[in-house]
């Protein structure tokens, strides 16, 4: 974990698995209204009243431990 390949690695993994979890849960969610462009929805759902903070800190949360799980564990 002191190597600076490490979390450039833990990088590559856990941006790509964030946007599919950001992803997967905007469609769980409210698929219906992101898939039929009604975004004002969309939005209200998940990110108006503050509730942006912990849609993107759960996921966030969720991506860094799950990177850095994977990448430690290929790396040994």
Do not use: C, H
């Not at 942006?52 to 860094?64: E, G, Q």
């Amino acid at each position: 974990m002191k190597n600076g390949l490490f979390w450039v690695n833990v990088l590559k993994v856990g941006i790509p698995f964030l946007v599919f979890v950001a992803l997967f849960s905007l469609v769980v969610n409210s698929g219906g209204a992101l898939f039929s462009g009604d975004f004002e929805t969309v939005n209200t759902i998940n990110f108006s009243e503050q509730k942006w903070k912990r849609f993107w800190l759960t996921k966030v949360a969720v991506s860094i431990l799950y990177a850095v799980y994977v990448v430690n564990k290929k790396t040994k």
